[in-house]
């Protein structure tokens, strides 16, 4: 059974930093792409970053120079650093895996609040 475990969102106030992780299990086969997407309340959910294998980063305009993603393929886990945050970075973040044989799993979301 697959499972995308995410941890680490909370309340923050604006300036502070949060540092998010997805862990991915049950998962058969190599993952390429690790990304985070979020979601605000009446918004579509949007890329915020991703990452291939290889370490090759991405991110959506709005959290350049703040957020930074990374992985550890030997855990299977992908992690967002997210610095000087912002009320408008106030959403569900959600942890997203595509495989290599391109099997696409989310996980449940985390809660990101950002208010002083």
């Known amino acids: 059974q697959v499972q995308l475990v995410e941890s680490g969102g909370g309340l923050v106030q604006p300036g502070g930093s949060l540092r998010l992780s997805c862990a991915a299990s049950?998962?058969?086969?190599?993952?390429?792409?690790m990304s985070w997407h979020r979601q605000a309340p009446g918004k579509e959910r949007e890329l915020v970053a991703s990452?291939?294998?290889?370490?090759?980063?991405n991110y959506a305009d709005s959290v350049k120079a703040r957020f930074t993603i990374s992985r550890d393929n030997a855990e299977n886990t992908v992690y967002l650093q997210m610095n000087s945050l912002k009320p408008e970075d106030t959403a569900v973040y959600y942890c997203?895996?595509?495989?290599?044989?391109?099997?696409?799993?989310w996980g449940q979301g985390t809660q990101v609040i950002v208010s002083s």
């Open positions: 997203r895996v595509i495989t290599i044989a391109a099997f696409l799993y």
């Open positions: 049950g998962i058969i086969g190599s993952i390429g792409s």
């Open positions: 990452i291939t294998s290889a370490g090759a980063s």
